[in-house]
């Protein structure tokens, strides 16, 4: 079974300041895809961004891009330019390319705080 | 297009009681995904549903809890007898056919008392 870790709990930036949330994974298949969802105190799920396991560019979206490290099993989130609306929780996920491809696998969460 | 909905979006049942979450999936989307989040956890897989199918339930208790997505109508996640353990926020989430992303409801908060 997949399993994704967030090892950090809460971080914290100072507004248009940069920030980078861990996110390691256990996995057997070599097809995958992996995700950021924000998760606000509205508690909607918001996709940030998704990455590929066969692509080898990270993915970028406007100021959110990821360090995928397929061999080191390790998926960090960047958030440039930091905003307030950016406060949330941030979650990684997992969600297998084979027959098990209906559920996304979820790590703990890490709650970002922005000061202004 | 409307997003996903899900109704009600807070819940409050007696312990016992029944509970129906409802989850009407964007147009188009052909499958829903139901998800429970306990209090300062991440978000658990329940079950995988395509219209008129179950296609994986391995998330789902093996008790009290079932799941429906019927050829008309909203999916149905239906908890029965419902304890105290059960209060949590209960997303669903829908895709069309192939596509990777999930979109997600808003969800509903189940409380228990």
């Known amino acids: 079974a997949q399993t994704v870790t967030q090892s950090q709990p809460e971080m914290s930036v100072q507004e248009a300041e940069t920030v980078t949330l861990s996110c390691t994974y256990d996995?057997?298949?070599?097809?995958?895809?992996l995700f950021w969802y924000k998760q606000p105190p509205s508690r909607q799920m918001i996709l940030v961004i998704r990455?590929?396991?066969?692509?080898?560019q990270n993915a970028t979206e406007n100021r959110f891009s990821v360090n995928f490290q397929k061999a080191a099993k390790s998926f960090s989130l960047k958030i440039s330019d930091s905003q307030l609306g950016d406060a949330a929780m941030y979650f990684c996920a997992y969600r297998s390319a084979g027959t098990s491809y209906g559920k996304l696998t979820f790590g703990q969460g890490t709650i970002l705080t922005v000061h202004p | 297009n409307a997003g996903v909905m899900q109704n009600p979006r807070h819940l409050v049942r007696r312990r016992g009681q029944e509970a129906r979450l409802r989850c009407s999936p964007m147009k188009g989307h052909s499958h829903v995904y139901w998800y429970r989040q306990l209090p300062e956890e991440g978000l658990k897989f329940m079950v995988y549903l395509q219209k008129e199918n179950i296609i994986d339930e391995s998330g789902m208790p093996k008790e009290r809890f079932s799941a429906e997505f019927p050829k008309e109508g909203p999916s149905i996640l239906r908890i029965q007898q419902v304890v105290r353990g059960d209060s949590a926020a209960y997303f669903c989430?829908?895709?069309?056919?192939?596509?990777?992303?999930?979109?997600f409801g808003p969800g509903t908060r189940l409380t228990v008392t």
């Open positions: 996995t057997s298949e070599s097809d995958y895809y």
């Open positions: 989430a829908s895709s069309p056919l192939g596509p990777v992303e999930q979109y």
């Open positions: 990455q590929e396991a066969y692509k080898q």
